[in-house]
């Protein structure tokens, strides 16, 4: 069920809260709506009593082909400092060539109806800045090379770290991913595109789903997430 954790009830700052949830009560779609920017053609979200990664229950995105096809749920809740998200998550196919993002945030920093997404492309896991279109890693031999391909067909610890400071971190399965970290201060040999831009991420959504900008279709499942301001781990 749906529990905010409100270690911040009313003398500790929501920068501290955290939410947790693991759909065993069932998708409040109040707390956890749907998400589709501009338009919605073919896109699906439903409870799936038939897998989960703990109990019975996760809830299923059938994502269409073409941006239009993009369909997420999610929440508003987010810490209003550091955020790490950390969910279980299973897709039905690979990582193709093609862009594609399952995870998607809106964000401030970058102006009016930006997002913040996470995705891939070249077969890898990958992070992408909607107002200028970069790439964490660069989508370089030496980029690709310290990602990692999303594996398919079982659950999937996935965590990441979003810090006011631009610091980016990655968790595939509680093992870092080298190319997905990004610390202030600290130069990464295969984020030259990202850090070519002062931005510092100000998220005020997460929403996990399917965004194709192609014709990529897939189908994800999630389960156990958390949203907090200290890491959660798998």
């Not at 501290?16 to 699906?44: H, L, R, V």
């Amino acid at each position: 069920m749906f529990r905010q954790a409100l270690l911040a009830l009313a003398l500790i700052p929501f920068s501290f809260a955290q939410i947790s949830e693991d759909f065993e009560g069932g998708w409040d779609e109040a707390a956890w709506p749907i998400y589709a920017t501009d338009c919605n053609q073919g896109g699906k979200v439903a409870l799936d009593s038939t897998t989960a990664h703990s109990g019975t229950n996760s809830i299923r995105v059938d994502g269409a082909g073409g941006f239009c096809g993009h369909i997420f749920f999610g929440t508003t809740s987010v810490p209003s400092g550091d955020v790490y998200v950390r969910t279980y998550l299973k897709a039905s196919k690979a990582l193709t060539d093609s862009h594609v993002s399952f995870i998607t945030m809106p964000d401030s920093a970058q102006g009016s109806n930006k997002h913040l997404r996470i995705g891939g492309q070249s077969k890898i896991l990958m992070y992408n800045r909607e107002s200028d279109d970069a790439t964490l890693p660069d989508l370089s031999p030496n980029g690709i090379a310290a990602s990692k391909a999303l594996p398919t067909g079982d659950w999937q610890c996935f965590e990441y770290h979003v810090g006011t400071d631009g610091t980016i971190e990655t968790w595939l399965n509680d093992v870092a991913i080298e190319g997905l970290t990004l610390k202030s201060g600290v130069t990464n040999a295969n984020g030259a595109q990202w850090q070519r831009s002062a931005v510092k991420p100000k998220i005020t959504g997460i929403y996990f789903g399917w965004e194709s900008y192609g014709g990529d279709t897939n189908t994800f499942w999630y389960d156990d997430i958390s949203i907090s301001s200290t890491r959660v781990g798998c």
